[in-house]
């Protein structure tokens, strides 16, 4: 039985850590309703708020289609990297396709600072005609991310009992339909919760949407709200209300997914 003194410890620990992972919100919140003077004196909160900085974001830059060309290629990306990692990880497993080579090289792709990559992916994208859009950003994020659904879908592979694959086979299914129809019913928490993942890293991405986009009718989220930096003000009120509005849709997709996403992370954790 519990302690009331260890509850008490439990319930303490966890304010601080709710506290310390929302106070960098709602000063955000507190920000988009503060005067530009307002923003300069350092208060927590509002001396005089406004509701101006909201419509302003939205008038100044294109944020509605930023926040629109993050979502599509976040998602996209997501599904571009689940098809390629998850028949990879089930060949390296199950056939054992570079079963010694394929852990240490995703690892090691994943280690190198995105900014090696940048001007390479530029010529690349430039050479087959994607520079500067959509369908390239989803490439691009669609094989960065694979080494991360690679390492967090393989746990989950290497669960699934070998018998009910050798059944199936059995059947008359082969390899491609027992992944498809068997295996991934199987390990669905751990597909969904690594989809999630990186989708939400390729929300999150700047440098590399930065340079391989360049006009606002490809810009992503944090491309556009970097615009809000002039040469010589920042409108921080604007930039706050730009960065509420367009972590929302990340923010719903997460809180809609946590039961998959805590599902599937508790699973593959579990050996």
Partial sequence: MTRPSTRILQAAAALVAVTFFLLPIAYLLSVSFKRKDDVLSGSFLPNDPTLANWPGAFEATSLATFIFNSVVVSILAGLVTIAITLPAAYAMIRLGIGRKLLPQAT??????????????????????????????????????????????????????????EEAAALDGAGKLRTLVSVVAPMIAPGIAATTIIVVILSFNEFLLASGLTLSDAMRTLTVGISLFQGDRLVNFGQMAAASLAGI???????????????????????K
Avoid: C, D
Wanted: hydrophobic share 60%; net charge positive; glycine share 8%.
């Fill in 248 to 270: 929302l849709p990340i923010y719903l997709i997460a809180l809609l997914m946590q039961k998959h996403l805590v599902e599937g992370l508790a699973h593959g954790g579990v």
């Fill in 107 to 164: 690892l090691a792709s994943y280690i190198a600072p995105p900014i090696v990559g940048l001007i390479p992916f530029f010529f690349l994208l430039k050479m087959v005609g994607l520079i500067n859009t959509h369908a390239g950003l989803i490439l691009i994020y669609g094989f960065l991310n694979i080494p991360v659904a690679f390492w967090l879908l393989t746990p989950f592979l290497r669960r699934v009992p070998v018998e009910i």
